[in-house]
Every structure is written in C-alpha cells, then in structure tokens.
C-alpha cells in the first residue's frame, strides 16, 4: 500500500513533535512513531533546558562554556546559532503549553545548574522536565487536524533516487506488513543510540535507527566515536536505566566512595560539576581501584524539605527502592546516555541527500563537538526543528514521483527468534566491554571483528525472512554499533568523550570523524 502525505516526520520526540507543530499551518503532516507516541527519550529527561535567562548570564558565557565542554570539536556558528535562539525556544515552548518551575512566589522561571555551565540557567520543570515537554507538545500534535498520527509505525528504510529522498518503507507493527509513504519532505527525528550499550539510561527504542536509515541512504556520519555516558544511574539489579539528574549535583550532592570519601576534588577543580565525561571517567577509576561495583552520590545533608520538593520523582523512585535519600547516599553508576554524534547536518537540518532532514539526537550539528553540555540537547531540538521547518516552508515542493511498494517475495517467515535475542545481547555486551568510557587499540580491533560476525549472521537473516519489529532494531543496532567502531579506530588521540589508553594524548589541531558510505 502507498500512502501520500506532504511531509513525513520519522519520530515523535521534543524535536519530531516541535517540527510537525510548526509545519502543521502549511502543510499535511504524518507523524509516524514505533511505539506510543510519548515513548522517546525526551519523556524521560530530567535536569532541563539550557538557556539563558539570569540576569547576571551572557550568551556568550552560555556560548564559552558549550565550546569548552565540546573539547576544541563544536562548530562555532552552529553553536552561536543555536544558544542565540535559547530563550525564544523557551518561550515557544511555554507558548505550546509547557509549564516551567517558577521561583519561590514569582513570576521568574526558576533556574538549575549543571555541570560544565557557569551559571544557573537551566530551566525545568521539577526534575521530570521532558515529561511535561513531551505530555504537552504531543497534546497539542493530537488535536491538530493537519497532523495524522501513525503510533507503533517503524521506519524500515527511506526511499532514494538520484540523491533525492521521496518517502520511507514503514513497518506496521500491529498489522506486521510494510507500508510504502511518499513525501515532498522527510524529517529524521529517531533520537539517539545509546541502547547500543548493555547500560543504558535511555528507554528500548532508542536502537539508533535514524543514523542506520541514513547510513544506507548514502548520508554521511560524523564524530559517532562520541557516546556521552552519565555518571550517574542508579545501581539496583531491578532499576531499569533510572537516571539521578545531575540537577542532584547542581544543588549540592556529593560523590564518594563506598567508603564515605568524597573523590571528585582530585580529579577536577570543578569537582562534583566538572563535565560529564571527567566525572564518568573518574567514577569508572574509582570503581576499578576499588573494585566495587558502585559509588555514592549523597544529598542528604540538604534540608529534607528541599530536598523533596526540587527532586519529587526521584525521591519517591528511590523510596521504591529502600533508598530514602534525604537520609542516606545513593548507589550509582555511569550509563551511555547520548550519542553526540550524528547525520551530518547543515543549520537547517538539511542532509546530504535532498528533501531529507535530521533533527534532535540524531542529527550531528556541530553543537556538541567532543561532549554535550548538560541540557543542551532539549535546546538543540527545539531550535533545529525551528529551523527545519522554516526552511522547508521556504522549498518545498511535491516529489511528484511514484514510489515502488516493498517486496516480500523472495522471503519466508522466520520459524525462530533466537538470532535476535542472542545477537542483541551479544552485540550490547561486546560494546559495553570493548568500546566503553575507556577504550584501547587492543580491545577496538576486537570489538570490530566480532561485530563483523554479527552483522554477516543479521544480513543473512534480513535475505531469507520476513522482517518484525525486533529484527529491524537489531539490524539497526548493529549498523550503529559498526559505525561507533570504526569511527573511534579513526581517531588517534584522546578526546572529549573518545579515552583511548593508546593514545592517551589530545592532537594539536581537532578535527571530525566523518565517514561516508560512498
Ligand atoms: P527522542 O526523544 O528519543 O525521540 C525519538 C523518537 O523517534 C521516538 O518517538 C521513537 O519512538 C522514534 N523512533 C526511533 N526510531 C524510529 C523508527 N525507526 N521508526 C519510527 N519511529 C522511530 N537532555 C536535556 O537537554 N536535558 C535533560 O534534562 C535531559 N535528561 C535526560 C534524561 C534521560 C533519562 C535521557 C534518556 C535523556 C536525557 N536528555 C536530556 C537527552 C534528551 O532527552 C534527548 O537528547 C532528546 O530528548 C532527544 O529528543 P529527540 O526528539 O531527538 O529524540
Ligand atoms: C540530567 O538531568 O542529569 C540529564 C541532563 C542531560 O542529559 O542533559
């Protein structure tokens, strides 16, 4: 079946949602998503949004700070572009529905810190900011009239010719058939991949697809070797990739050992708030001097109230997990939580292949560089599917084209699914082992020929049988995971979020990983 639409947007995060509301005034969108439509990433974000707000902050401090944290990697114009257009992006979003935390009997939006930022600007709504981003833009998507929603709809390829993309095969999950769709645009808006990793924060579907997609379209990647893990999950055989906001260290949480010592000082002056990828690695020391399976994150000499109140969500999980937090540490350890890099993207989301965007996670913009600051990503969806959707308003125009429907003629149904969780786990293991926070020459050759083994077994596999759900995400997990391989074998130096032990040194002149499929 072919369906027509003037734009298809692949994905229903802060960036595919922002996108389709603000294209909805001029054309007919459809949505597509592969679960419901609040299953991504954004509903899961905690800290907030960067932007700057205080008084006594600068954009140019918000801009210093975002290429400092980025490691000598950040396109400067893509980040001005982005931090320049901060505030109105709050503003949208309030305008859209959004509810921030306000100060104390103010009318102010009330402002965090992170780490890496040097001042409060991070604007939030309590600690499950992303829920109340993405209960509210999906609200608004589901009354529009010009917004068709297809939810459990998995993009499966995109369809291309002469460097043109004019639509997507889609699989039907409750149908379990593949639908062909045909539009003048397509947005990639997947979210990133950091469920390549056997831990994670990020929710199941967040198995990198976009990147996939667009690899075998013939789009270029860049700085994949970038996967930014957050110091801090919580550590419990049944809490499932449960994020402790590092808001918690914005308003004074410590980390120690199992001991009680408190460690972050001798590793950074910033300590406790130093970037990301310095706090991960100085956990991941620490655990293996120690040979402990976890460190502590202690609020508890906060006031309980205060506590309460600015961490509602997280008490209360934690509390579900005999941790009360107002009166003792927590247990946590580092989880791949953002992939920094991406599709190769101009500052209008625009790919290499015509009428194909990328926007959100899954786009590489030149914002993050070697390491995202902390609560840039919301922003950067916000602002780029801004933009996308302004430039696509300025060229669109019909494909025109007819679109071949997808044959499954040459395949059966699979009699078994053990290939699929096998190589899952595998896959996710051999990542986390071999091309983790720290990697080696050794252990990335390694991880590139057992991955090689992978991939043969799934293409196999793609040749003979019907496709599912779950097949099409291993293909795509393990394309990804291919792709993080070859680019950290790329880089001969260590970087940002790229820690090689044999090339513990930072080159002189920094330059991007950029692969290309062609
Ligand atoms: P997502 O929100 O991940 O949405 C991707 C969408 O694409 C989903 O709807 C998914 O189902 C769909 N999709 C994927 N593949 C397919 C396919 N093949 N076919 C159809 N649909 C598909 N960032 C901040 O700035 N501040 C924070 O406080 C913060 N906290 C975070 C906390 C957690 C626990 C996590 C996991 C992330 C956090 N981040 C935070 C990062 C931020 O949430 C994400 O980078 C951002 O939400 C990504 O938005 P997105 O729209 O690009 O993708
Ligand atoms: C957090 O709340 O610690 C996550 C913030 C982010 O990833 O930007």
């Not at 572009?81 to 859209?96: H, P, R, S, T, Y």
């Not at 970037?275 to 502590?296: C, F, H, Q, T, Y």
């Not at 919301?378 to 996308?388: D, N, R, S």
Request: aromatic share 8%; charged share 25%.
């Amino acid at each position: 079946m072919v369906i027509k639409t003037d734009i298809l947007i692949i994905g229903s995060g802060a960036a595919g949602l922002t996108a389709a509301i603000e294209l909805s005034d001029s054309f007919k969108i459809t949505v597509i998503s592969k679960n419901q439509i609040i299953d991504s990433s954004t509903w899961y974000a905690q800290g907030g949004i960067a932007a700057v707000l205080a008084e006594e902050d600068s954009t140019h401090s918000h801009i210093e700070d975002t290429l400092k944290v980025g490691d000598g990697l950040c396109d400067e114009k893509a980040v001005e572009f982005c931090i320049e257009n901060g505030k109105e992006a709050i503003q949208w979003l309030q305008n859209n529905g959004v509810v921030f935390t306000k100060k104390n009997n103010a009318s102010d939006l009330h402002l965090t810190q992170e780490g890496g930022h040097s001042f409060r600007r991070v604007v939030h709504a309590a600690d499950a900011t992303g829920r109340e981003v993405s209960d509210s833009l999906a609200g608004k998507v589901l009354k529009n009239k010009n917004i068709k929603i297809l939810e459990n709809h998995l993009a499966v390829d995109l369809i291309v010719k002469n460097n043109k993309c004019l639509g997507a095969y889609v699989f039907n999950k409750n149908k379990e058939n593949v639908l062909s769709i045909s539009a003048g645009a397509i947005i990639l808006a997947t979210g990133g991949a950091s469920k390549a990793y056997l831990y994670t924060s990020n929710p199941d579907g967040a198995s990198g697809d976009g990147y996939a997609l667009a690899w075998r379209a013939g789009c270029r990647l860049e700085n994949m070797e970038f996967n930014q893990f957050h110091p801090t999950c919580l550590f419990h055989p049944d809490a499932k990739s449960f994020l402790i906001s590092e808001a918690l260290r914005g308003e004074g949480a410590i980390l120690k050992t199992t001991s009680g010592i408190p460690f972050m000082r001798k590793y950074n002056s910033k300590a406790d708030l130093a970037p990301r990828d310095i706090v991960a690695r100085s956990i991941d020391n620490e655990m293996k001097v120690s040979g402990k399976d976890n460190v502590l994150l202690d609020i508890s000499h906060k006031p309980s109230k205060e506590i309460k109140n600015s961490f509602p969500s997280i008490y209360k999980k934690c509390l579900e997990y005999g941790f009360d937090i107002t009166k003792s540490p927590i247990p946590v350890v580092p989880a791949a939580h953002y992939t920094c890099g991406g599709i190769l993207t101009d500052l209008k989301g625009q790919t290499d292949i015509k009428s194909l965007y990328a926007i959100g996670e899954t786009s590489s913009t030149g914002l993050h560089g070697a390491n995202r600051m902390a609560s840039n990503s919301l922003l950067e969806c916000v602002v780029f599917a801004k933009a996308a959707a302004q430039d696509i308003k300025e060229n669109f125009s019909n494909n025109g084209k007819s679109i071949p429907e997808w044959d499954n003629s040459k395949v059966i149904k699979a009699g078994e699914n053990i290939l699929i969780n096998h190589n899952w786990d595998a896959s996710r293991r051999l990542m986390w082992n071999y091309v983790g926070i720290v990697r080696s020459n050794d252990r990335l050759k390694k991880a590139k020929d057992k991955m090689k083994l992978i991939k043969n077994e799934v293409q196999e596999f793609y040749k003979n049988f019907e496709v599912t759900s779950d097949f099409l995400e291993l293909r795509n997990l393990v394309q990804v995971s291919e792709l993080i391989i070859d680019s950290a074998i790329k880089r001969k130096e260590s970087r940002g979020l790229h820690y090689n032990i044999d090339y513990p040194k930072k080159l002189k002149k920094a330059s991007s990983t950029i692969i290309s499929p062609k």
